[in-house]
């Protein structure tokens, strides 16, 4: 394990330079950091934040953000004040002065190559989240799609049951949501979540949720079948049995309820929005700007 005292000495130069404001921002001075890339003169580093203004304003950034005055005397020329008065630099006002000053001066080399590494390390750390976010979406999606074609097996099971009829087969399913959702049908679900009627409820769950779900429908499917059950009623109490099954052993992990668990976008929706961006991009790289629609 690294101590305190070897973890400030892996810093880099540039980060030693860090400070903290009272209100716990961070932010560096102007003055050191000029020190630190050997301008002989700190009017010589102001031209080069000058330069690090106008890049931040051609990148649509607020300057008073990044680049904030110490001084607040007014009395003097404002040249005069702006020589004299040190200046606070966010980070990104820090990268844009290194990024834009002369890189025949070796600390300033340096530091460009530091900020190089930095953007790559960011852009690793992004891709790897990227890829994170993309196996959950996948997941997901296999999951939705692996609960339509279990409710076919289900509702098999069911006519053999007895059940029919559309609204036989909706009073069957709620029983399930009933055991699984505390006593809520698939209507009072939709209500809590702010779900328009022809919604489906399944399309806005997440992956936990889908896989309870999935247990739910499986086991009850297996359990018809294996009970050879020829009654309605029995079916509807099976199938409430197995979702209060589910349900009980949610409760005994300590995880969210069913019912509490978070609303999300409808996935058909996203895959569509997903598809849509990965066209785009495609355009975008093969014509080098995005096509007119």
Known sequence: MKTKKTQEKNKSVFEKLRKTDKKGCEYWSAKELAKLLDY????????VIDKAKAACINADQDTGIHFKDFS??????????????????????????????????????????YFARQTRLQELTQLQQHKKIKIVKERRLFLREELARRNLQLAGAARKSGIT?????????NHGYRGLYGGLDVKAIREIRHLDSHENILDHMDT????????RITQTTEKLRNDNVKDIVDANSIHFAVGLKARKAIEDTGNALP?????????????????ELKT??????????????
């Not at 990024?99 to 190559?113: F, M, R, S, W």
């Not at 936990?208 to 247990?215: D, M, P, R």
């Not at 019912?259 to 598809?275: G, H, Q, R, S, T």
């Not at 785009?280 to 629609?293: C, D, I, L």
């Open 40 to 47: 002989p003169e700190y009017s010589l580093f102001l031209k």
């Open 72 to 113: 607040t005397i007014k009395s003097v020329g404002d040249d005069l004040q702006r020589n004299n008065g040190d200046i606070k630099l966010s980070r990104y006002g820090c990268y844009l002065a290194i990024q834009n000053g002369d890189p025949d001066l070796k600390p300033v080399a340096l530091g460009q190559a």
């Open 165 to 173: 009829k559309p609204s036989d087969f909706a009073f069957f399913q």
């Open 208 to 215: 936990t949720e889908l896989a309870a779900n999935l247990y």
């Open 259 to 275: 019912e509490n668990m978070p609303v999300v976008e409808n996935i058909y929706l996203a895959e569509k929005k997903d598809k």
């Open 280 to 293: 785009t991009k495609k355009t975008v790289k093969k014509n080098g700007s995005v096509a007119e629609s």
